[in-house]
């Protein structure tokens, strides 16, 4: 596996956007389905956003936009932050398991590969 690398997180003011990137060292990168998850502190990781190998999208996170390339990347976008949108968030992958559906892929105890997450801090 692959290690996953994020940047673009840190302290911003309400009202700017977020990008944040997940590169993922692996040439098996196109058969992995990628996530993202965030946590604050006192709950456990939440699902946010996924995009599987397929190409399939899933997210509960409607405000936020997930793009991913061909080769390497993985990107979480969002414009206007706001206060409650402070948390970590990692990226994740999992190797393409065909046959899965939504529950599968938002539950992060079937990620077995994750970045070290990036602190987002939105003040108002």
């Known amino acids: 596996q692959g290690r996953l690398g994020e940047s673009g997180g840190g302290s911003v003011q309400a009202g700017n956007a977020l990008r944040l990137s997940c590169t993922a060292e692996?040439?098996?990168?196109?058969?992995?389905?990628m996530a993202w998850f965030r946590q604050i502190p006192g709950k456990e990781r939440e699902f946010w956003t996924a995009?599987?190998?397929s190409g399939v999208a899933d997210s509960v996170a409607g405000r936020f936009t997930m793009s991913r390339d061909a080769k390497s990347q993985t990107l979480l976008q969002r414009s206007n932050l706001l206060p409650e949108d402070t948390g970590t968030y990692y990226c994740?992958?999992?190797?393409?398991?065909?046959?899965?559906?939504?529950?599968?892929?938002?539950?992060?105890?079937?990620?077995?590969?994750w970045g070290q997450g990036t602190q987002v801090t939105v003040s108002s």
């Open positions: 994740a992958a999992h190797m393409g398991v065909a046959g899965q559906g939504n529950s599968y892929y938002r539950d992060a105890r079937n990620y077995d590969n």
């Open positions: 692996t040439r098996a990168f196109p058969k992995y389905t």
């Open positions: 995009i599987r190998w």
